[in-house]
Structures are given as structure tokens and as C-alpha cells.
């Protein structure tokens, strides 16, 4: 039997005990972790009742998803760091992952804090559509290993690299692609000039193409593969080859300047190969809405 959702799904805060333990399980099951990397009970249910903003979204009693954040700084201003965002594989693609990061907007916008943080492995495409085409993330923070070279996560195997992203919630940019602009004809029609740092070649490999013509053009492109899971465990020496390589091209290009500015499939609706948009500038000029003070802590 299907276990797709039978009647609309709920999308509320995790109140009781239950709804903690049902996250727990939810954590366990989308990540495979082992105990020791499992969020303990007494610190889900510490940040919960210190005001830490947990939200679920429920089909009837049965938790489908959620997410955790809680309150951070960064760079001089409170931000809130999203930890955890997680959707049960038969509920994924219905957005709901949508729906919960708009809950966590509404509920971080009551707190009077304007942006939201979190990372998340650049090599997963359907994340990189979900933050940067429908919410509007931007980013120019590359994180080497970021929570170690491997976990107990099957979803870390192939190294922990992440993007930060920031997410100023009130900026035009954000508020843009919630109310369903479009952004992709700008941002394939730059890609279509652009010749990939990275990109497939005809073997499914990535190439890397050279480092200085890219530097010295205003855009970059890096392209990821569609399903970089199915990659991983069909030929794992290929899925490193696909770190090594964008890992490269991220962090030269970032350090040159640049900064991510988009995601856009190569074919609406397909899951096609996946390009990512770098853009040379000042990342506070793009979004003025983000503002950033010299961090001494990074
Ligand atoms: C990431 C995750 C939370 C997304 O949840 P979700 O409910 O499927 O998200 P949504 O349905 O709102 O959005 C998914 C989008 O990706 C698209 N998509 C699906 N597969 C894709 C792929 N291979 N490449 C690009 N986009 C893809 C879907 O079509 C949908 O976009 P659309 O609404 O424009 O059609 C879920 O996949 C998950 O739990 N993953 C494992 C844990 C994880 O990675 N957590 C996030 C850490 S930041």
C-alpha cells in the first residue's frame, strides 16, 4: 500500500514528547544514522523549550517531515541556523520541504530576526533546486568537510562539503520567488553562454575546464550531476570524482570573488544535469538587504 499522503498534510509546531520522538525516528530513518550521531532526546526537547523553532508536518498523527532551527549570530547579527530539514522519501517532491522552510520563515519573522542560515551538500541537486530556485538563497561560503570526512549518514559518505547559504527573508529577492516569479529564463539564458568550470564529459565524468579563462569572465558555471546518490552507490570512485572536482571549482572560484547566485536544471521537470550560477561581485551589492559585519570568530 501507498504510503503517500491520503488527506493534506498538517504543517505545525512538534509539541509533545511523541512528536520529538517521532522526529528522532524521521532523523534516523532519512539520514541511517548510528546512535552516537543521533541528536539526543534531552537537547531536542532543551532547545524546543527554550524557544528553539521545531516544526513538523504531520498526515494525521504521522509526522512527513520537519525542521529545526535555532537562534544563532553571524558576523554581529542574530540570524537563525536551520540544523535540520528532513521529509520522509514516499511524501518527498510534494513540497513539503517548500511548505516547512515557509513555516520556519513566518515563525523566525515573529522573532524579529531577518535571516536564516544553514548548509547543505552542493552536490545534492534536489536540494540546490529547493534552496536557491524556490526560496531564493544565496550564497559565498564553501565548507570543506564539514562535519568531519564521514559520518555514520548514508548522505555523507561521499564527504561532508557543504554551501552556507543565507536566506534574507524580508528582501526582494526572497519575496520574489515566493510569490512564484520566474527567475530560470534569466539564468539559462547565461548559462547557455557559458562554457561550465566543471562539466560533464561524455562519460558521465566531470571536466574541469581552465581556471583562468573562467576567473576572467563575470559568471561561472559548475554543473553537478541530477542524482548524485544513484551515483554513489552504483560507482562511488565516480561520486568522489564529483567532490574533488566541484569542491575545486567552488572553492577557486569563491576566493576569486565570486558567489553563487543560482541553480537551474538544464530541462524544466526533468531531472536533468543540474548548473549552478556563480556571479563576480559583491554579494551585499546583489541582496543589499544582506548586511554583514567583520566576524572575528571565521
Ligand atoms: C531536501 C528535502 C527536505 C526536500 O523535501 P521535499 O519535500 O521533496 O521538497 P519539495 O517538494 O518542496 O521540493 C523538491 C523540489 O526538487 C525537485 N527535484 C526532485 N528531484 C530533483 C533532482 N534530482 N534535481 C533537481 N530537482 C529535483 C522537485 O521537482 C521539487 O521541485 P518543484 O516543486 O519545482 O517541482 C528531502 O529531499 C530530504 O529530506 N532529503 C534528505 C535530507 C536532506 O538532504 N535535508 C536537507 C539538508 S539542507
Known amino acids: ?19 520529538l520522538e517521532q522526529a528522532e525516528a524521521l532523523e534516523r530513518e532519512v539520514w541511517g544514522l548510528a546512535d552516537r550521531d543521533v541528536m539526543p532526546m534531552a537537547l531536542m526537547i532543551a532547545t524546543k523549550e527554550a524557544g528553539s523553532a521545531w516544526i513538523g508536518a504531520f498526515d494525521g498523527p504521522k509526522l ?31 513540497d513539503l520541504g517548500y511548505k516547512l522552510k515557509l513555516a520556519q520563515r513566518e515563525r523566525t ?16 541537486s534536489r536540494n540546490a533546486h529547493l534552496n536557491f530556485g524556490k526560496l ?21 559518505q561521499n564527504g561532508t562539503d557543504r554551501l552556507w547559504v543565507r536566506w534574507p527573508l524580508t528582501s526582494r529577492r526572497v519575496r520574489d520567488r515566493l510569490l512564484g516569479k520566474d527567475y530560470r529564463p534569466e539564468a539559462l539564458d547565461a548559462l547557455s553562454h557559458l562554457q561550465p568550470l566543471v562539466q560533464f564529459n561524455g562519460d558521465g565524468k566531470p571536466h574541469r575546464n581552465d581556471l ?8 561561472i558555471a559548475i554543473q553537478i550531476p541530477s542524482d548524485i546518490g ?29 558567489f ?13 544535469p543540474g548548473n549552478y550560477l556563480l556571479e563576480k561581485g559583491s554579494i551585499t551589492e546583489f541582496v543589499p538587504e544582506l548586511q554583514r559585519k567583520p566576524d572575528p570568530f571565521r
Open 230 to 258: 544513484a551515483v554513489e552507490q552504483k560507482d562511488p570512485g565516480l561520486a568522489r570524482e564529483w567532490r574533488e572536482a566541484t569542491r575545486w571549482a567552488f572553492t577557486e572560484a569563491l576566493r576569486a570573488g565570486f
Open 64 to 94: 512527513a517531515g520537519f525542521v529545526f532551527g535555532f537562534l544563532a549570530m553571524e558576523g554581529g547579527h542574530v540570524t537563525l541556523h536551520s540544523h535540520m530539514l528532513a521529509v520522509r522519501e514516499p511524501y518527498r517532491d510534494l
Open 109 to 124: 519573522l515573529a522573532m524579529r530576526v531577518p535571516e536564516v542560515t544553514w548548509t547543505f551538500d552542493p552536490l545534492q
Open 136 to 156: 531564493g538563497v544565496v550564497s559565498d561560503i564553501y565548507k570543506v568537510d564539514f562535519y568531519g570526512p564521514q559520518t555514520s549518514s548514508v548522505l555523507h
Open 212 to 219: 583562468v579563462t573562467a576567473l576572467a569572465r563575470q559568471r
Open 260 to 272: 553563487v547566485a543560482e541553480f537551474a536544471r538544464t530541462v524544466r521537470g526533468k531531472q536533468g
Open 1 to 19: 500500500m501507498s504510503e503517500a499522503p491520503q488527506k493534506p498534510v498538517t504543517i505545525r509546531d512538534l509539541q509533545s514528547f511523541e512528536d
